[in-house]
Nanobody, 125 residues
Framework: QLQIVESGGGLVQPGGSLRLSCTASRWTLDSYTIGWFRQAPGKEREAISCIAVSRNWKNYADSVKGRFTLSRDNAKNSIDLQMDNLRPEDTAVYYC??????????????????WGQGTQVTVSS
C-alpha cells in the first residue's frame, strides 16, 4: 500500500480558501484513481471529489461543486484540492485515498485501498 500524506489544512474564515495536497513517495500518478473524502464530528464520511488521473476524469459532490477544484501538480507529484468560498459546514477532517486506475471514479470507498491520515480543515470566524 501507498503511504499517502495530506497537507494544507488549517483554520480559515468563511469565504476564504485553502489548498490541500495529496502525495505519496514513489507513486506514478497516472497509475491511480484518487479520491478526497471528509468526515465532520458526529457525521458519516462524505465523498467530495475524485479523479481518474490518466484520463483526467473528475467528479464532484453537489455540496462542493463550483467551489472545489481538483488539479494535478506534476512538480510536486501531487493531486491538489483547491477549496474556495469555504463555509462553516466544510469543517471536517479531509482524507485522500488512492486506488487502482479506472476510466472514471466514484465516491465509493471500495474503489480505494490506500488512505492518508487526514488533515483538519476548520472554517470559522
Amino acid at each position: 500500500q501507498l503511504q499517502i500524506v495530506e497537507s494544507g489544512g488549517g483554520l480559515v474564515q468563511p469565504g476564504g480558501s485553502l489548498r490541500l495536497s495529496c502525495t505519496a513517495s514513489r507513486w506514478t500518478l497516472d497509475s491511480y484513481t484518487i479520491g478526497w473524502f471528509r468526515q465532520a464530528p458526529g457525521k458519516e464520511r462524505e465523498a467530495i471529489s475524485c479523479i481518474a488521473v490518466s484520463r483526467n476524469w473528475k467528479n464532484y459532490a453537489d455540496s462542493v461543486k463550483g467551489r472545489f477544484t481538483l488539479s494535478r501538480d506534476n512538480a510536486k507529484n501531487s493531486i491538489d484540492l483547491q477549496m474556495d468560498n469555504l463555509r462553516p459546514e466544510d469543517t471536517a477532517v479531509y482524507y485522500c485515498a488512492a486506488g487502482p486506475p479506472y476510466s472514471s471514479c466514484s465516491g465509493s470507498p471500495t474503489q480505494y485501498d490506500s488512505w492518508g491520515q487526514g488533515t483538519q480543515v476548520t472554517v470559522s470566524s
